[in-house]
């Protein structure tokens, strides 16, 4: 009987050890990271819901008072907040953006220049942007 039971257990173990074997080969599933940081298409200003360019992300290529109304919805920017942004736009104008409808001036989270692109510190929930002539930023 205790052979029967030493032989299960070593048998136990043996399983044991093929699944996790079996766990740790496996591919492990795309990251954030893996994607391409601050794609975003020439002309447009894009923001991310992640820092470094990742995650969700939304663009324009002109201005935008309410993100959550069409033509230019912005799906994730109401439950999630900013990470990141990139002005690719050509014009040479800054893009100022805002957590609030409306892109009223004592709303703006920040400003990004031409060929920018940088992170969004803190939590904001943007709601607005616009393109800017002149040195904004």
């Known amino acids: 009987m205790k052979r029967i039971r030493a032989v299960r257990a070593k048998a136990g173990l043996f399983a044991g050890a093929v ?9 492990a599933p795309a990251q954030a990271e893996d994607r391409p940081r601050y794609e975003c298409d020439t002309g447009y200003v894009c923001f991310y819901s992640m820092a470094n360019g990742y995650g969700e992300k939304c663009s ?3 201005s935008d008072a309410i993100w959550r109304v069409s033509p230019g919805v912005c799906s994730w920017a109401h439950y999630d907040s900013a990470g990141s942004v990139f002005n690719n736009g050509t014009s040479g104008m800054d893009v100022l953006y805002y957590d609030q409808a409306g892109q009223h001036g004592s709303d703006k989270v920040g400003c990004v220049s031409k060929g920018e692109k ?16 002149g040195t904004n930023c």
């Open 60 to 62: 324009w290529e002109g």
């Open 118 to 133: 940088k992170n969004i510190s803190g939590t904001h929930y943007l709601a607005s942007h616009k393109w800017v002539g």
């Open 19 to 27: 699944v996790m074997a079996g766990l740790s080969a496996g591919t």
